[in-house]
């Protein structure tokens, strides 16, 4: 027979019991902790995106957060990293470091900060792998060129000459002194453009600020270059967001418009469990709105460049913004090269470099380097045609719904 007791009070041989509310209260507080609503100790995670305008173009994070993660705190430091890039090494602003080092051309050295001479160095080496066809000293061709798009005529024979005299990688001086290092350029006139290079660096820095931040996986992408890190729960690939972003430039939003960007938008959570790659549009160079697919990528990054992203135009017909350091011209071929690479500044600087060395040269130096690897684009809208080095990976077909969102 069970002893009668009064609620709420218990009889003295009975063993002692958690009460029924305490239980529950307990197990409330247990779910909350880790975020999971069956299984505890599986944590919920949210997809956080936020796009703002940054170095000229559109910038959009992605990162997948758990609790403990101030979001928006991590989110300002990496955009606010891109914009620091951008204020060091520009070209076409005139307080950045390089604008300073472009001014001091012939003259000496200028003191700058361990970022601008650490891509300075990278670009070198790029020069150096890409047999000269990657060259940050192209400043004044990449000038001539746009001067003559707003005169609308093609530069002559000779201004061409005299600009090419002034290009070549070993005009590039670094010195190392007690203050930090100096970057100078030996002749006057020659000119630093960071323009195939900065975004990948700046890229790399705001996934360390994001990962500095805690978060564990996510893409920074910044005008059409990426770089992807950790996994996505595959929960958070809905209807709506099979493609997180996609790589190609956005349009920008209208002059004056409001409500474009709504700030930091978030899922709804999901367990951080059947983990994925990031699937990734590749653009078509040919269509505005179109993919040429998909790709999925891990801890990777991909860059493209090409003539359909930016151009200058004289008479009628489009030159690429990328030039030949070898012979002064606008490149004509390919129409895009997207490059794989475990960082964006090796995808950076080498999507343009292949633009210059061309499908041929171009994939037969990616055969060389481990853990690069290249798609090209060359053809006409009519007759595309896809190349791609042996390690590429496989462009998979869109689904009904890709490409139609970048967000949740
Ligand atoms: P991307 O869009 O990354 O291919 O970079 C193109 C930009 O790189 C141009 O707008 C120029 O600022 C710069 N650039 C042009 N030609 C070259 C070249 N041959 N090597 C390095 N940078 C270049
Ligand atoms: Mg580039």
């Known amino acids: 027979?069970?002893?009668?007791?009064?609620?709420?009070?218990?009889?003295?041989?009975e063993p002692q019991r958690t009460p029924a509310w305490a239980v529950v209260l307990a197990t409330a507080a247990a779910l909350l902790a880790t975020g999971c609503t069956k299984e505890p100790g599986v944590p919920k995670v949210q997809k956080f995106s936020e796009t703002r305008e940054v170095m000229g173009t559109l910038a959009t994070i992605t990162?997948?957060?758990?609790?403990?993660?101030?979001?928006?705190?991590?989110?300002?430091?990496?955009f606010s990293v891109l914009d620091s890039v951008e204020a060091l090494m520009s070209a076409h602003r005139e307080d950045t470091e390089i604008a300073r080092v472009n001014a001091a051309a012939g003259g000496t050295p200028v003191p700058v900060s361990p970022w601008t001479v650490a891509v300075v160095e990278s670009a070198l080496a790029a020069c150096k792998l890409s047999g000269g066809a990657f060259d940050v000293t192209v400043g004044p061709l990449v000038e001539l060129w746009k001067a003559s798009a707003r005169a609308e005529t093609l530069p002559s024979p000779e201004a061409i000459d005299r600009a090419l005299a002034l290009v070549g990688p070993s005009g590039v001086e670094i010195a190392a002194?007690?203050?930090?290092?100096?970057?100078?350029?030996?002749?006057?006139?020659?000119?630093i453009d960071l323009g195939g290079i900065a975004k990948g660096?700046?890229?790399?820095?705001?996934?360390?600020?994001?990962?500095?931040?805690?978060?564990?996986?996510?893409?920074?992408?910044?005008?059409?270059?990426?770089?992807?890190?950790?996994?996505?729960?595959?929960?958070?690939i809905g209807a709506k967001a099979t493609l997180p972003v996609r790589t190609r430039r956005l349009r920008k939003p209208r002059?004056?418009?409001?409500?474009?960007?709504?700030?930091?938008?978030?899922?709804?959570?999901v367990r951080l469990e059947d983990l994925t790659r990031w699937p990734i549009g590749l653009q078509s160079p040919f269509e505005d709105e179109g993919l040429l697919g998909k790709i999925r990528l891990g801890d990777q990054a991909v860059a493209t460049s090409g003539h359909y992203r930016r151009f200058v135009e004289i008479g009628g017909h489009r030159f690429s913004h990328i030039i030949d350091p070898r012979s002064g011209q606008p490149v004509g071929h390919p129409a895009s090269v997207s490059v794989?690479?475990?960082?964006?500044l090796i995808a950076d600087a080498?999507?343009?470099?292949?633009?210059v060395l061309g499908s041929e040269a171009g994939l037969a130096m990616v055969d060389t380097l481990e853990g690069i690897e290249a798609l090209?684009?060359?053809?006409?809208p009519q007759r595309p045609t896809i190349l791609k080095s042996s390690g590429f990976p496989p462009l998979e077909p869109l689904g009904a719904s890709d490409g139609r969102s970048r967000d949740p």
Request: charged share 25%; hydrophobic share 40%; aromatic share 4%.
């Open 1 to 13: 027979m069970k002893a009668r007791t009064k609620p709420g009070s218990r009889g003295v041989c």
């Open 177 to 191: 002194g007690p203050g930090g290092a100096r970057v100078g350029l030996k002749r006057m006139g020659m000119r």
């Open 340 to 344: 794989l690479a475990s960082s964006a």
């Open 350 to 355: 080498l999507a343009t470099a292949l633009t």
């Open 255 to 269: 002059a004056g418009g409001s409500g474009f960007f709504p700030g930091l938008r978030r899922t709804k959570g």
């Open 376 to 380: 090209i684009v060359e053809g006409d």
């Open 201 to 236: 660096f700046a890229i790399d820095r705001a996934v360390e600020a994001l990962q500095a931040e805690g978060v564990e996986a996510g893409i920074v992408e910044v005008g059409g270059d990426l770089r992807c890190f950790g996994r996505i729960p595959r929960a958070l």
């Open 63 to 78: 990162a997948v957060c758990g609790k403990g993660v101030d979001v928006p705190r991590a989110f300002d430091r990496a």
